[in-house]
Every structure is written in structure tokens, then in C-alpha cells.
């Protein structure tokens, strides 16, 4: 099984419900190594780049303007299969229709502020995390 390295964001509604402690506690606890953690306010760039897929998408202006709405904390973790196991873990985009036990089922209601985001490919997580760290950032296996 392959080590990968995935990012998972905290977004602005996550972090002023005091929910950063419950998704590090969550990646914790199944196992997988913090590599890198930040807490930033994104610029309307790096918001621009970070959800450039999105572009052109009927939500697009209004995800940019909620992700610059307040701080996020940007998290790289690293173990086996974590781009899946992430995705798994945070549960599908809308927190509506989410099960329990994923972070968006226990806690969103919404489709946009759905409390956490989650590479979803090695490429997608080579440029999200070109926008927010420098490879130096990121720590050594310990
Ligand atoms: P995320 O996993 O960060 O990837 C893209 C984000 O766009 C998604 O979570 C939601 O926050 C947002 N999003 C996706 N679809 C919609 C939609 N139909 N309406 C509003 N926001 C959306």
C-alpha cells in the first residue's frame, strides 16, 4: 500500500466553531503523521488558485469570498493511502447528506461550509499545497 502525503484544510466556518482540536484529534488518532500545520488567512489568490478546478462553476465567486472569510488551518498528514482515507474520513461535500461518523455528517448542514477540505488526487494535493507551504515547511519522519 502506498505512503502518500494529503492536505486537508480547516475552513473558516470549521475554525470559528472551534472545531480545528476535533479534525487534528481525528487524523491522530487513525494513525496518521502531521507533517506540516498552519493557520493563515488566504489571500483572494491563493483562494483563487486553491479552488482554480472550480472555475467557471455556478458557486465559484461565493467559495472564494467564503474561503477569505476568516482564518483557516492547513494540515499535511502522511500514511498509507491518506489521499483516500482522508476523503473517507471527512465524508461527501454536503454536510446534509454526510453520514455520521464522517466530520462533515457530524457536523455541517451545508453544501458550502462544510467544515473541512481534502485533496483529492496527488495533483490536486501538488498544487494546494504549493499554495499554502513551502516544501521547507514540511517536517522530516520522526
Ligand atoms: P471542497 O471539498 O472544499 O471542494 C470544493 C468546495 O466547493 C466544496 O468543498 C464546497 O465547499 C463548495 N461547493 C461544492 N459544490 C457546491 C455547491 N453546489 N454550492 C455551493 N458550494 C459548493
Known sequence: MPVERTLIVVKPDGVRRGLVGEVISRLERKGLKIRALKM??????QAEEFYSVHKGKPFYDEL????????VVAIVVEGDSAISVVRTMIGPTDGRKA???TIRGDYSLSIL???VHASDSEESYAREFKVIFRDSEVMPGY
Open 40 to 45: 493563515l488567512w488566504m489571500t483572494r489568490e
Open 64 to 71: 472564494v469570498k467564503f474561503t477569505q472569510s476568516g482564518p
Open 99 to 101: 453520514p455520521p461518523g
Open 113 to 115: 461550509e462544510n467544515i
